[in-house]
């Protein structure tokens, strides 16, 4: 085959093949320039043509982003994206203190909801000689101790003063902020300056909270949301005399007059805590009590609520230890809903003095809440006004205790019966049946095995191995 011509080569820059395509196996080969000047001669990438937007046009492009992709891919194509997409960010929870003293105003000036919970958890500490093993849930970290008794240590948090500065810094800069979730500090200077530069926060989130820190919180002139973490000995590492008792509900009833929704998360207290928030609190619609460690007879104060609408217990081991004589507890006139999640349900004069209190409900909801079993469930029939009714997870209920409240509301609208395994579909009556023939809306899924079933069915799989397995 005869040899291309060198010259023609030469001119056009590579070797020509059968095929008319360049190989650079044979561009190494040719005399001349190495191959990375020559590659240096090819055209630059195209500019960007965003660059000839102005910001305030790029800020309208960016603003009709949802949010994942507002904080993921667009932030992430150049600095000035960044930039922009950091002016356009609303809410952020930060993880590292000091990115809220030195980059946070800077990097994103225009924040509404902000939350600091994370970031003021220092740490874990290991041993100095032996690594320790290090338990984490969400944004809690703590350190075991395999030869201690527990070996579950305490949660260990920033110094006062660092909150403290942190809360300064966000005070100055975020005048516009509307919800805020951070850790209360021994001290009060923090908070009160939050309540002095963030004139227009409605929601605040403490955590560790004891009786004197939730002094400041009456400075707070439009707050309408409050949620309330006590302070627990055994993970914050706090003294005998921290949490929230009846002093600390008192201050935050005389405080906060407007508030609309409140939680109360670990706190201790009794008849007297409640019935200041009830009397004070007027606006009060929705009270959330979760593990709850209050005195005997805290039930009777929620009648002082006038304007309550939604009470709601979570993870409460008991309800009242001694909710006291019936015709001494009264009721709530205005409540609408009541429910109930991850709840002791076992004692009987706990659950009689709460359906007596809440006897106006329309609604209730019951979510995998444990003891309730037919005689305790037949106790919901003093609240008279049931619309709408959702059991979940209520594995000791049967189809006729079911049947018997149900079927004895008249003004029953709604039912959903989810995970409750003794509730078998082969028991229905029919006047069970007819009930849901006249409902608005219903739900039955009671039996996970025999959904489990159906959904199987025709698969071969269930069978125990005899449809693979035969033996000869």
Known sequence: MPEPDRHLLSATGGVLHRDGLKGWPDLWMLPGKPPHARAAATPPPPADQTLAFSDELLLRVLACLPEPHLTGAASLVCKRWTRLSGRLRRRLAVRDWAFVTHRLPHRFPNLAVLDLFPASIAAPAAAPFRASPVLTCGAVSLTLDPSA????????????????????????????LRRLSATAAAESGGLMDIAGGCATLQELELHRCT????????????????????????????????????????????????????????????????????????????????????????????????????????????????????????????????QLHHCQLRDRRALHALFLVCEGAREFLVQNCWGLEDDMFALAGLCRRIKFLSLEGCSLLTTRGVESMVTSWNDLQSLEVVGCNKVKDEEITPALSELFSNLKELKWRPDNKSLLAASLAGTGMGKKGRVFFKRV
């Open 211 to 338: 009786d004197l820190a939730l002094r400041p919180v009456s400075a707070f002139a439009h707050l309408q949301i409050l949620r309330v973490v006590a302070a627990s000995s055994p993970l914050y590492g706090t003294g005998e005399d921290g949490g929230v008792t009846d002093i600390g509900l008192t201050i935050l009833a005389h405080g906060c007059k407007r508030l609309v929704k409140l939680e109360l998360v670990g706190c201790e207290g009794s008849y007297d805590g409640i019935a200041a928030v009830g009397r004070c609190c007027a606006m009060l619609e929705e009270l959330t009590i979760a593990d709850h460690r209050m005195d005997a007879g805290w039930l009777a104060a929620l009648a002082f609520c006038g304007n309550l609408k939604t009470l709601r217990l979570q993870g409460c081991g008991r309800i009242d230890a001694d909710p006291g004589p019936p015709e001494h507890l009264g009721a709530c006139l205005t409540l609408e809903s009541l």
């Open 149 to 176: 008794d527990p070996p579950l240590g305490a949660c260990r948090f920033l110094a006062d003063d660092v909150l403290d500065r942190g809360l300064a810094v966000v005070a100055a800069r975020f005048p516009n």
